[in-house]
């Protein structure tokens, strides 16, 4: 699996060559057959679609630091083309330290969205705890932020939407809403068809094979979950341009997965 950032605005490859080797080894010393030439097959089909995805294992991107106790670890940047509908101009997780203070530094004219990953902080004096989101428009201040205790955060800008004013939606205060057979979901935040949400998964539940009209970043806040042939684990976080399909999303454990991306699934039928 790719183990660092990927470079600005690059769709890398989810399953490297040395992922493939390990899938292919058990078949290499078999003959001939129709078992050993459809698990190659499906390697290959894994490969070539997992080309189209960005997927970065937060645990293992490089830190930068950005102030004493606090650090910005880099999941996606864009490379200054026309964007693509939903597409981030910058994704990052910033891990503050307990007693860490720093004051954010947004791109010029962008809309910051954060997510307490886990832990707490105060944000220019409100509380924000897990799971607990802030979206801020661009004409703000950049905000100063506090954590006694240590946090982490996602931190995602984008263009800004026009007269758009802040909003906050606390995990506390907020129910979860029936969405599909085992699957939970909180809206965050929603313009038209495109949207932030968090969705909360039961062991066994799925989405069939879906395609994405905006980008769609998922990141896993808890849990597990498989993305076609790709297992998101805690921390990991995976964008999938417009255009693009997921054959199909599942999970064995149950989990709670932030998503950015479409409001409503294009569900697609054979």
Known sequence: ????????????????????????????????????????????RSAEASRAFVTVRT?????MPLAEG????ALYETAGTAPRPGEPARVRIIELAAGARWQADPLCGAVSEWLVMD??????????QTRDFQRRPANETAPVLHSPTGARL????????????????LDACTPWQDFAPGIRRRVL???????????????????PQH?????????????????????LCRGDWQLAPAGTAHEGVSTDTGGVLFAHGDLDLDIRTA
């Open 119 to 128: 832990g707490a902080l105060d944000m220019d004096g409100a509380l924000l």
């Open 59 to 63: 645990r293992r991107a490089r830190a």
């Open 211 to 231: 395609g994405h009209g905006h980008d769609e970043e998922c990141l896993m806040l808890d849990g597990e979950v498989f993305l076609d042939d790709l297992l």
């Open 70 to 73: 606090v650090l910005a670890r």
């Open 189 to 207: 935040w929603t313009d038209g068809r495109e949207a932030a949400l968090l969705y909360l998964a039961d062991p066994g539940a799925a989405v």
């Open 1 to 44: 699996m790719s183990t660092d950032p990927l470079p600005p605005g690059r769709a890398g490859a989810a399953l490297d060559d040395d992922c493939l080797d390990l899938l292919a080894q058990p078949m290499a010393g078999a003959g001939p057959g129709p078992l050993r030439e459809r698990v190659l097959q499906r390697i290959g």
């Open 154 to 169: 996602y931190l995602r800008e984008s263009s800004a939407a026009p007269g758009e004013a802040r909003s906050t939606v």
